[in-house]
């Protein structure tokens, strides 16, 4: 039986014509269905009707603020929602992904990138990245068993270095916030250990990163987090 | 007039009679240098207010010799008519004064017309502080008395010495003389004195009968009562002359202090520097505390740093109706005369700068001297603040001028920055809207590359505006937060991995280097103009070295390139806003380097550069260590 693997459908929620349009193009071209939408009612309605599988939601709406938007939806709409946001503007992307939004993408954004942040936000909702090894680059970690593989060769990490991969893991491909990184380890309540994180971070690349100067793998967000890139290939 | 609660009749009387004539008044005073009690003083200040207020103009001046001063004025400005209070003197005063002050103007006015007043009879008490001691500041009666008696009694040694060789008559000639040079030194009752001890020791010295007062000769009778006569008077007139003199040399003191005010003040170069040198000479000038007191920003009076005294908040009120209404107030007038100190406005016609309080260190000083003095300092530092004001402005003026020059310079750098790359995109867009072309594939990946960079370009020069627009106007806002180098020129290193991607870039950084409180997104801006410059400037394959170190204090940041280098003669012109190396290079801002320096500094950084000709090129950052813990 074959199944209609249904191409997936992205709304795009932008007030400028000219981002919608560009969306529109290059989804189409990648041989996606693409909806748009100017303000944030209308968004809120299309996603109810045609229950799109990711919303591009920007977070400078004249209706209603991009993030109140973000809150509406996530009251019910369980996919993912891809923030595009202005430049340096970390404050509202960190809120955005406190309040549920996957990932986030400033403007101006080249089509390339957008094509991945979407990429990886299905490849989550299937679940492939939910198995229970990962492998990106040269690097594979077995969640079930705890195992960490470098060029195939097993590497020793700290308990505090482990967790911390695995919740980029976890996201892989996606932004994890501070918070997110500092809740999952330490737990909700723990006060924000920002310089800590950074500790690790730069331990943990040491071991996992071919040149821990020139990071590959763990790539630093500024003012917002961390994300594990998902790499096709072994990196020489 | 004088301190007398009776000069009220006569003021209000003058004030009558020129009214009848539609005539100009005066209140004259003349300051015979002698000291009033504070009562006196509260008197005549009562008197000169009303004087002011019933319309009339003070003038006054400075002598000894009360009527030889009302003369003086009286001429001076035309008067034609004075009027004055007879009072009830003692006969001795009337008689060393050569008569009474009535009677001498009667003689010496002249043309002038007098008017003579009875007032009412001065009781026993008020005429006692007319003719009390009048002691100046520098009387000391007890100290003339001992000089008096010590030189006398060294002529008569003398004398007795010198004895049989003179008459006795001759040496009283002597004696006279004697006393003429003790009246230089002595007060007036230190004179009368000298006459008498000099008189007595010539007559029991030398006068027969010797050692005894009695005197045989009838006619050395004459001889004795001449003395004293001559001696009293020619001490009295040295003593004038004196007094005179003295008075003189005060009011050169005066003037001089003013000259040298005045001096000072138009060669002060800045508004803390003027009122410091103003506090500096009033206070020497007049001994006193003085406050200085301006508007700051929230239109309050604030005393002035520099200030000798210190004030309350109810004399702050006091001043502060000095400065509204610019008219002296305080101690020594009649607008709260209870106040410490005495308060002029600084103020010139047009505006008031602030106001000055003056608390003389001895309360025997002067009221309507010192006032008119001081009114004369607080104009000339209002003169020298005003001249600073306009100073400022002028200088102001100067710099929009300038301002004006550099934003025509930096409007035609900017359209021409702008039209180039928009000039390329339009063409580009506009070509791949011909139809005929779009069958060449590669032309139409060629024409949208076109397209891309120009798109590229255009969006560096407006962000390298946006960066030097913010370090124009002031600090730039930062956004401070705990800045781990490391990982920020990661960051940039991958933004510019395509630029940099024929270089071979080394980046050596200790893990133990601390954090700097910044702005990422600023600092991130100085690594990527830093290194996209060598990426503009050096040919591919050139080596990049990025090198961390800290001490204590700062931690440094250092980009080295083995490429060509800058010549001296460009070197320190690099960091110029607009500046280019090669002129002609295009895509470039010539901003880069200007918004570097802009932003290391503004966070308290500096950065320096060190380049030879065919060695290559090193920029220094520094930048000192963080305190934000996060």
């Not at chain 2, 400022?392 to 409007?411: A, I, Q, V």
């Amino acid at each position: 039986m074959n199944e209609q693997i249904k191409k997936p459908l992205i709304l795009t929620v932008d007030d400028e014509l000219a981002i919608r349009r560009l969306a529109k193009l290059t989804l189409e071209a990648a041989d996606f269905r693409s909806i748009e939408a100017e303000n944030g009612n209308d968004a809120i309605q299309m996603a109810a009707s045609y229950r799109p599988d990711v919303i591009l939601l920007d977070i400078n709406l004249p209706d209603m603020t991009g993030l109140e938007v973000l809150q509406r939806l996530r009251e019910w709409f369980s996919k993912s929602i891809l923030v595009l946001s202005v430049i340096n503007d970390e404050q509202t992307i960190v809120k955005a992904l406190d309040l549920g939004a996957d990932d986030y993408i400033s403007k101006p954004f080249g089509a390339k990138e957008l094509m991945a942040r979407i990429r990886v936000c299905l490849r989550h909702q299937i679940e492939e990245l939910g198995a229970p090894t990962f492998s990106s680059g040269d690097l594979v970690v077995n969640l079930a068993n705890r195992e960490v593989f470098i060029r195939g060769a097993r590497i020793k990490l700290t308990v505090t270095e482990y967790d911390l991969l695995r919740i980029l893991v976890q996201h892989a491909g996606k932004v994890v916030t501070h918070k997110q990184i500092v809740t999952g380890i330490w737990g909700p309540r723990a006060p924000g250990q920002i310089r800590n994180i950074r500790v690790h971070i730069t331990r943990l690349r040491q071991k996992i990163e071919s040149d821990p100067e020139t990071p590959r793998l763990l790539l630093t967000e500024p003012g917002v987090g961390y994300r594990l890139e998902i790499l096709d290939h072994a990196v020489i | 007039m004088f301190a007398s609660p009776f000069s009220e009749q006569l003021i209000r009387l003058t004030k009558k009679t020129a009214e009848a004539r539609n005539a100009l008044w005066f209140g004259a005073f003349v300051d015979t240098g002698v000291a009033y009690t504070e009562k006196e003083q509260e008197l005549l200040s009562k008197n000169l207010a009303l004087v002011q207020e019933l319309g009339g103009e003070i003038i006054t001046i400075a002598d000894s010799d009360p009527v030889s001063g009302i003369i003086r004025l009286a001429k001076d400005n035309k008067v034609n008519l004075i009027v004055v209070g007879k009072s009830r003197r003692s006969f001795f005063y009337n008689f060393f004064h050569r008569g009474s002050l009535v009677k001498r103007l009667l003689e010496e006015a002249g043309d002038i017309e007098l008017h003579v007043v009875a007032t009412r009879a001065l009781d026993k008490t008020d005429s006692i502080s007319f003719n009390k001691f009048e002691k100046s500041k520098n009387e000391n009666f007890l100290k003339d008395m001992v000089v008096v008696s010590v030189s006398v009694l060294i002529l008569a040694l003398i004398g007795n010495l010198i004895l049989p060789f003179v008459q006795y008559k001759s040496i009283g000639l002597l004696f006279v003389l004697e006393v003429a040079i003790l009246s230089l030194f002595v007060g007036r009752f230190g004179v009368y004195f000298a006459a008498i001890v000099a008189g007595f020791a010539w007559d029991y010295f030398f006068m027969p009968p010797k050692y005894t007062i009695a005197i045989k000769d009838s006619s050395d009778v004459i001889l004795l009562l001449t003395f004293f006569i001559v001696a009293a008077i020619t001490g009295q007139l040295t003593y004038r002359v004196r007094r005179q003199q003295i008075l003189g040399e005060n009011r050169e003191k005066k003037v001089s202090a003013l000259y040298h005010l005045a001096r000072d003040l138009s060669s002060a170069r800045s508004i803390d520097k003027i009122l410091e040198n103003a506090v500096e000479h009033i206070g020497k000038t007049f001994n006193a505390d003085v406050v200085v007191l301006t508007k700051d920003s929230s239109e309050h009076l604030v005393s002035y740093s520099a200030s000798t005294g210190s004030i309350d908040s109810k004399e702050i009120s006091v001043a502060d109706w000095v400065f509204k209404h610019r008219r002296p107030a305080g101690k020594f007038t009649d607008t709260f005369p209870s106040a410490n100190f005495m308060y002029l406005p600084i103020a010139t016609e047009g505006k008031t700068f602030g106001v000055l309080g003056l608390r003389p260190q001895f309360l025997g000083h002067f009221a309507p001297d010192v006032l008119s003095l001081a009114e004369t300092f607080s104009k000339q530092l209002a003169i020298g603040l005003e001249r600073e004001e306009m100073h400022e402005l002028t200088k102001k003026g100067l710099l929009s001028e300038e301002s004006e020059r550099l934003m025509k310079s930096l409007l035609n750098s900017v359209s021409h920055e702008l039209k180039t790359p928009l000039a390329s995109i339009q063409g580009a867009s506009s070509a791949l809207l011909e139809p005929t072309l779009l069958k060449n594939e590669d032309v139409i990946k060629q024409l949208a590359t076109q397209v891309h960079e120009g798109s590229i370009r255009l969006t560096r020069f407006v962000d390298a505006l946006l960066n030097i627009s913010r370090i124009e106007a002031g600090s730039p806002v930062m956004h401070l937060s705990s800045v781990d180098l490391k990982d920020l020129i990661q960051v940039v290193l991958r933004k510019l991995e395509t630029e940099l991607k024929s270089y071979i870039v080394a980046t050596k950084i200790p893990d133990g280097m601390p954090t700097i409180d910044a702005d990422f997104h600023l600092i991130e801006q100085v690594f990527t103009n830093l290194l996209r410059n060598i990426a503009d400037h050096t040919n591919p394959g050139t080596k990049v070295e990025i090198l961390g170190s800290f001490d204590g204090q700062i931690v440094t940041v250092v980009i080295k390139d083995n490429g060509p280098g800058i010549p001296e003669n460009e070197i320190e012109h690099i960091f110029d806003k607009f500046y280019r190396c090669n002129q002609n290079k295009t895509g470039t801002t010539g901003l880069g380097l200007a918004i570097v320096k802009g932003f290391v500094e503004s966070h308290k950084g500096h950065v320096s550069v060190k380049s030879r000709l065919g060695e290559g090129t090193q920029f220094t950052i520094k930048l000192p260590i963080g305190k934000i813990d996060e």
